[in-house]
């Protein structure tokens, strides 16, 4: 065995091990960033361990050279601008990127080194195509949801879209049938043009608050199609890494599936959790009838006697960019002698654990985040909750009103607080686009304003109040 050989054994072999540490690390906050790191590090060692192994011509390095470095500027710039309220568009557009590659190797491999491939092959040419068109068309469609910039149109809530895709689904059976007896010919085309639309056909009805299992099952799908690609090119290391991320993908879809309590074939074939409303908020402000509002001042006067506060932080939280400005309000609170802990839904924000992440940002300590099932039964007995741009994961019609498309949500139970203040710029919709029955309850009062600068008006009516000055009371 050559060097080069056994080289490349050991940087595969190193590589598999990273990656799953760094699946293993992305569990926890604590060790996300460094379990990122690690998988990274397991991606360049299996690049660079399958170019020693190959003789590649000059002309070869300085193609992969060029490509590296647009690549790499690319990924550089993406990330260096990506605001975190962005961060699921780019994480569909990355999918979409997986989706693609697979797409385009398995192509590639069809055309140009066909002949005399064993059926093994073949059917791994046809599944790697399937999946990674999908994946790519589903989730540039899934990112063009979530900026805003796709709306769900009006045909594919009927029956008209299973008529569609079931009818694309058909050609693509036809084709992957077809392609082992002719893999650079016609077949290949129809399966690429049938697969990338049944990709679009199936994520264009999703709309609402279901758009986070659609971005993880994407996911788990680029895993798969990288997978059916290393059985077209029969690497190990692609089978191995595909197969981590589909698992891992799929299992965060059932999380989120479990976490709204919905079905994977009701998100994919039901109608659309938060129907077929605008994605990323809007709403109508018209509708309420009880609303109470206050000033900081007036909630700066109820969080002054408060033993027990509860945060609810949402979206707006992190579109206001107000951790940091939270953290200081906290601490007045302790300070004071309450007791304060975080509210954390999981599918709050914009992606999986995004107030966990925004809060670690504000250094907020771990043990005062708590989950839902934990943080629920606590409520009753909770002085005053703040919700902080949180709109849907609080709407108390999830639980009661079955005509809700919320309905059978799971919810932070919030309305069983003594008092609720809900920090929000307007009456508008969350990401689901509907009513909030929370904001007309007799405890509730809305202080309108963008989150940062209520908190901060907050923090210096405390101050006036010589909150932060004096000893805590013993309890
Ligand atoms: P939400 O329901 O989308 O509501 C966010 C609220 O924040 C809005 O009502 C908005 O009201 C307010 N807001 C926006 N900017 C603000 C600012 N600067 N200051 C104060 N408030 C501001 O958010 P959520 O309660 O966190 O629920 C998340 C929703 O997104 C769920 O429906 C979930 O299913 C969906 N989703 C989640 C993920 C995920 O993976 N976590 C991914 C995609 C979608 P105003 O405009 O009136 O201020």
Not at 26 to 39: D, E, H, M, P, T
Not at 256 to 270: H, I, P
Not at 411 to 429: I, T
């Amino acid at each position: 065995m050559s060097t080069a050989t056994l080289f490349s054994y050991a940087s595969d072999l190193g590589a598999v091990l990273l990656l799953a540490l760094g699946l293993k690390g992305l569990s926890k906050v604590r060790s996300a960033r460094s379990a990122n790191g690690l998988a990274a590090l397991a991606m360049g060692l299996a690049v660079v361990g399958l170019l020693i192994q190959q003789s590649l011509s000059l002309e070869a390095w300085l193609w992969i050279g060029v490509g590296t470095a647009i690549g790499g500027l690319a990924g550089v710039i993406t990330a260096q601008r990506v605001p975190m309220t962005a961060m699921p568009e780019t994480v569909a557009l990355f999918n979409g990127c997986g989706g693609m590659a697979s797409l385009l190797v398995a192509v590639a491999v069809a055309l140009f080194q066909s002949s005399g491939a064993d059926l093994v092959a073949l059917i791994s040419i046809v599944i790697s195509v399937f999946v990674g068109a999908i994946t790519f068309s589903g989730s540039v469609v899934a990112m063009g949801k979530l900026q805003g910039w796709i709306a769900t149109p009006g045909w594919t809530q009927s029956q008209l879209r299973h008529a569609v895709n079931i009818s694309l689904a058909v050609a693509c059976l036809v084709a992957g049938i077809g392609l082992p007896s002719d893999p650079a010919g016609l077949p290949l085309w129809i399966l690429v043009v049938a697969s990338s639309l049944l990709g679009i056909g199936v994520t264009l009805p999703i709309g609402g608050a279901d758009m986070p299992v659609v971005i993880s099952l994407l996911n788990s799908y680029s895993g798969v199609a990288a997978a059916a690609a290393g059985f077209v090119v029969g690497s190990q290391l692609l089978i191995v890494a595909g197969a981590m991320v589909g698992a891992a993908g799929l299992i965060l879809t059932q999380v989120m599936c479990t976490a709204m309590n919905r079905s994977l074939v009701s998100v994919l074939f039901g109608g659309a959790l938060g129907g077929a409303a605008p994605v990323g908020g809007g709403g109508d402000e018209a509708g309420y009838t009880r609303i109470t509002s206050c000033s900081p001042e007036e909630c700066a006067m109820a969080l002054e006697t408060a033993e027990r506060v509860v945060f609810v932080p949402g979206y707006g939280l992190a579109v206001a960019q107000a951790q940091h400005t939270l953290r200081e309000l906290a601490k007045l609170l302790e300070a004071n002698g309450a007791e304060v802990s975080y509210a954390i839904h999981p599918v709050a924000g914009r992606m999986p654990g995004h107030m966990n992440v925004l809060l670690a940002e504000a250094d907020v300590p771990y043990e005062q985040l708590l989950e839902m099932d934990t943080i629920n039964p606590d409520f009753p007995r909770t002085d005053v909750v703040i919700v902080l741009g949180a709109n849907d994961v609080v709407n108390p019609d999830a639980k009661s009103d079955p005509t809700s498309p919320l309905f059978g949500m799971p919810v932070l139970e919030v309305d069983q607080a003594r008092q609720v203040f809900v920090v929000k710029r307007s009456l508008g919709a969350g990401y689901a686009g509907i009513k909030n029955a929370l904001f007309e309850l007799p405890q509730t009062a809305m202080v309108f304003g963008d989150a940062k600068a209520v908190l901060a008006g907050l923090v210096s009516e405390l101050r006036e109040l010589g909150v932060g000055k004096k000893t805590p009371t013993a309890v």
